[in-house]
C-alpha cells in the first residue's frame, strides 16, 4: 500500500552533520503528518520531529536548534538536517507518516530504518 523509503545515515564525526531523507510512494490520497523517531541500542523508540503538511514542527528538547525538520510535500519526502551531531544522537532513525489512502483508509507507516552513528 504505501513504502516509506530512508536514505542518508552513516557514520559522522562529534560535530558533523548529516541530512536524511524520507520518501513516501504507494497509493496515497494525503499525509497529515511527517516525522522521524530514533531508537538506540537497549533504549525504548522516541520521537525525534515531525512536521504537518502545513509546516508546524515539533521537536524533542533534546536536539532543539541543532536538527531541522522539512518537507516537499509535493514529492511526499520529509528531512531531517542534522548539524552539531553528538554521540548520543547514535540510534537507528526511522521516518514515520500518518497516511490516509486513496480508498479512504488512514494508517500510520514506517520505514525500515537508517543508522546513524556519531563517534571519532
Known amino acids: 500500500q504505501v513504502q516509506l523509503v530512508e536514505s542518508g545515515g552513516g557514520l559522522v564525526q562529534p560535530g558533523g552533520s548529516l541530512r536524511l531523507s524520507c520518501a513516501a510512494s504507494?497509493?496515497?490520497?494525503?499525509?497529515?503528518?511527517m516525522g522521524w523517531y530514533r531508537q538506540a541500542p537497549g533504549k525504548q523508540r522516541e520521537l525525534v520531529a515531525t512536521?504537518?503538511?502545513?509546516?508546524?514542527?515539533n521537536y524533542a528538547y533534546s536536539v532543539k536548534g541543532r536538527f531541522t525538520i522539512s518537507r516537499d510535500n509535493a514529492k511526499n519526502t520529509v528531512y531531517l538536517q542534522m548539524n552539531s551531531l553528538k554521540p548520543e544522537d547514535t540510534a537507528v532513525y526511522y521516518c514515520?507518516?500518518?497516511?490516509?489512502?486513496?480508498?479512504?483508509?488512514?494508517?500510520?507507516?514506517w520505514g525500515q530504518g537508517t543508522q546513524v552513528t556519531v563517534s571519532s
Open positions: 514515520n507518516a500518518d497516511v490516509t489512502l486513496q480508498i479512504g483508509i488512514r494508517n500510520d507507516y
Open positions: 512536521v504537518t503538511s502545513g509546516g508546524s514542527t
Open positions: 504507494g497509493s496515497i490520497f494525503s499525509i497529515y503528518a
